[in-house]
């Protein structure tokens, strides 16, 4: 005689480089320094780790500005963990779980759909502190995920950067906000 089992272990297995893990995004931003303009940039990644619902990428961004009074150009590459479904640690209480309304709130219909993520974001960039020599960056995003076919989604994602930046033979730091929509694949 077999009893049913009301419980369903879900087990977790590291996966390094999944099947689909490229994502192209595109950046619009606003800088504090070097130079303060809003500009378009264009970024690339692959998830290196995926974990459950956590996951390593690791994302170069390129950034360019041309003018007549100069130019400029920015190359990053940082690590990018993310917990996915951060939401879901508010399961509680057991009737109206507060995770399900805000899901509700911000995804309406498709808040079974939306896989949103906070992640942080640590590495370097070229120019850094002179114009031939590596600077750091970190920051953090939050953003959310809309699986639209296997294999392909939609993610839209605001991230915050500090980094280190040579401009005009001045060396300082500056700070990002950025706005990204992209596909992953």
């Known amino acids: 005689m077999t009893l049913p089992s009301h419980a369903v272990a879900a087990e977790s297995i590291p996966e390094l480089f999944p099947l689909r893990p490229f994502n192209f995004d595109v950046s619009f931003n606003q800088r504090t320094f070097a130079p303060q303009t809003r500009v378009i ?36 590459l940082y690590l990018n963990p993310r917990w996915n479904n951060f939401i879901d640690i508010l399961d509680f209480p057991k009737d109206y779980p507060i995770n399900r309304m805000i899901r509700h709130v911000l995804f309406g219909p498709l ?54 930046i040579d401009f005009k033979n001045k060396s300082d730091l500056s700070e990002q906000w950025l706005f990204t929509t992209g596909v992953r694949f």
């Open 41 to 76: 940039a264009a970024q690339a990644g692959l998830t290196a780790f995926r974990y459950g619902n956590l996951e390593v990428r690791t994302v170069y961004q390129y950034y360019s500005q041309h003018t007549p009074t100069f130019t400029t150009d920015q190359n990053s």
């Open 111 to 164: 808040e079974d759909r939306a896989v949103p993520y906070l992640g942080a974001l640590v590495g370097g960039t070229i120019p850094g502190r002179d114009a031939d020599s590596p600077g750091y960056l970190y920051g953090g995003q939050v953003g959310v995920r809309f699986p639209v076919a296997r294999g392909f989604s939609v993610d839209m994602g605001l991230q915050y950067i500090r980094l280190e």
